[in-house]
């Protein structure tokens, strides 16, 4: 079972560790775990009590009431209200808990029923990007654990997969080229993956090389093809000055390709040059290859 700081509560609830210790303190609603100094601490069955209070307090229920309720009454008014909204934190919240008690029939069914409502498309811009994005951060400040994380990214690695099989090979020959792939030291694939979707629903012809490639295969990649465009992600911590020359290698050897460069640390490349292109989200992609 997972021990997490008050610190760590807040940011996998958003609620503020002066707002759970009232919580704690006024109403009972948590009763923490404490060292030998006094230092709070919280095991799985609290964050996901946590999690669930703060669902229905910002529907409306007021903490009094929401204290009192037994686990089970908890769950209860939660389904309910599941039930009854369109809520985007309803839904992360329920793929949050899915992620913590590693339960793939909950997560799948969540995503069944949101991908037979709204479509693909929609779940992924809508809650599963949001979602990865979320436990992006979590994973590099150790919130959640390693499990939990691999757990949870190869059940979205696979439905995005499926997406992308969909789609099937691109078969116009004037094509643009696009090589899309992870540094020899990187091995989270979703950002990549979910990017390579929408290239290719865009029409571009999509070579995945995959994770942990080492840059001289990138090279002798272009033996075969000359890409007009290089997908890479950023997501392991590095030294700053590590990502801008690496990227500034891919620069030089491909003068004419544009780079696209996705994930948690693309935002600490300072190069800047007209070919780089650092993308935040699906729509300036979208923007930019239109």
């Known amino acids: 079972m997972s021990s997490y700081s ?5 940011i996998l609830s958003g609620v503020k560790a002066h707002t759970i210790r009232i919580w704690e303190q006024r109403y009972n609603l948590l009763i923490p775990n404490r060292t030998e100094t006094n230092i709070r601490s919280y095991d799985d069955e ?3 009590k946590l999690l669930r209070a703060n669902l229905l307090y910002n529907n409306g229920f007021k903490i009094s009431k929401i204290a009192a309720l037994s686990d089970q009454q908890l769950i209860n008014e939660l389904e309910g209200l599941k039930v009854n909204t369109n809520s985007v934190e309803v839904v992360l919240e329920s793929m949050t808990i899915a992620m913590i008690d590693m339960n793939e029939s909950q997560f799948d069914n969540i995503l069944k029923n949101k991908i037979k409502e709204h479509g693909f498309d929609y779940v992924m811009q809508t809650y599963i990007y949001p979602f990865f994005e979320r436990i992006g951060v979590l994973w590099i400040t150790n919130v959640i654990q390693p499990a ?3 757990f949870i990214s190869n059940l979205l690695r696979q439905k995005i997969i499926t997406a992308i099989n969909e789609i099937g090979p691109c078969e116009k020959e004037s094509a643009p080229i696009c090589f899309a792939y ?3 030291e990187e091995m989270h694939e979703l950002g990549l993956l979910y990017y390579t979707y929408h290239l290719k629903l865009k029409g571009y012809n999509v070579i995945y090389l ?3 490639l080492p840059y001289q295969d990138l090279l002798k990649s272009k033996k075969v093809h000359q890409p007009d465009a290089i997908l890479t992600s950023f997501v392991k911590p590095m030294d700053e000055q590590w990502f801008d020359e690496y990227v500034q290698n891919i620069l030089n050897d491909f003068p004419n390709t544009k780079i696209f460069t996705c994930g948690y640390f693309a935002s600490k490349i300072s ?3 007209k070919n780089l292109f650092k993308i935040p989200s699906v729509s300036y992609l979208q923007e930019i290859i239109s």
């Open 6 to 10: 008050i610190k760590d509560l807040e």
């Open 46 to 48: 609290q964050l996901k």
């Open 148 to 150: 939990q994380e691999h």
């Open 182 to 184: 992870l540094h020899e």
């Open 210 to 212: 995959g994770q942990m």
């Open 271 to 273: 190069i800047e040059n």
